[in-house]
């Protein structure tokens, strides 16, 4: 099982499911003070409660280009192997080692491999994953892949 101490230098990012937000009115006495107008009476008060939402995905890179994910299915339904299930809880432990692991196989893949391994990233955490990618050619910048033909020194650029 890969943890995060098998590698130098990783960035992870967390996919966390939306906040909750529930609102209320309660009604309150205000106690009386003299001289006020609005004392004595029972006032409304709004209460905003928010519930944090919970992960439910991690993304990693191990470096430039080398980008592992992991998902849990948090929606009940029904599949074939398991039958009726009511939804996964999010493992940390069981997500990044997953995640890592899918970055060290795209780590030992060339380029066009790479790609069309990534096409199995899951449409609910795409944006999470090319923020990643962003994310991991700034934080790996010697890693990067240079796809340039023309030398520097050459005077017969095109442009």
């Known amino acids: ?37 609005d004392t004595g009476k029972m006032m409304p008060r709004a209460i905003l409660e928010t519930v944090k939402g919970k992960r439910k995905g991690v993304v990693v890179a191990i470096g430039a280009g080398q980008i592992g994910w992991s998902m849990c299915n ?16 999010f493992d940390r432990e069981k997500g990044l080692s997953l995640a890592l692991k899918r970055a060290d196989i795209a780590s030992r893949l060339n380029r066009w491999e790479r790609e069309s391994f990534y096409t ?38 095109p442009f």
Request: charged share 35%.
């Open 120 to 157: 199995k990233v899951p449409d609910s955490i795409i944006d999470l994953f090319e923020e990643m990618d962003f994310r991991a050619q700034l934080y790996f910048p010697e890693e990067v892949e240079d796809d340039n033909d023309y030398d520097d020194d050459d005077d017969s650029l």
């Open 74 to 89: 948090t929606k009940p339904g029904w599949s074939r192997k398991e039958g009726w299930h009511e939804g996964d809880v």
């Open 1 to 37: 099982m890969l943890t995060l101490k098998n590698f130098d230098k990783v960035l992870v990012s967390y996919l966390y499911e939306p906040d909750t937000y529930t609102a209320k009115v309660v009604y309150v006495s205000v106690p009386v003070i003299e001289g006020q107008a």
